[in-house]
Nanobody, 121 residues
């Protein structure tokens, strides 16, 4: 079992910054990709950014140049540095981790509870 604990959400003015963190813990497991999704009211959940086990990042076009994803393998933690925040960034942000048990071959998706990010003046 993998548990994901998110932190860092909150209220920020347009142009401001926030840093999200997600810590994975639980039984013995192996993590591959780690990432962040978000879902705004009335919209579908979308991928914001992900980072592979090797540290290769990928971003949604809407956040390129503004957000930076990183990970700390030793701490099983993924971060999302969000700069130059816009009103349209307002959403619930969910941490996502692809992982498997050490004794298993199949990868599963694990999700955090979500953290609210509100960008408002």
């Amino acid at each position: 079992q993998v548990q994901l604990v998110e932190s860092g959400g909150g209220l920020v003015q347009p142009g401001g910054s926030l840093r999200l963190a997600c810590v994975a813990s639980g039984t013995i497991f192996v993590i591959t990709d780690m990432g962040w999704y978000r879902q705004a009211p009335g919209k579908q959940r979308e991928l914001v950014a992900l980072i592979t086990r090797g540290g290769n990042p990928n971003y949604a076009d809407s956040v390129k140049g503004r957000f930076t994803i990183s990970r700390d393998g030793a701490k099983n933690t993924v971060y999302l540095q969000m700069n130059s925040l816009k009103l349209e960034d307002t959403a619930v942000y969910y941490c996502n981790v692809k992982a498997r048990k050490v004794i298993e071959m199949i990868l599963n998706d694990y999700w955090g509870q979500g953290t609210q990010v509100t960008v408002s003046s």
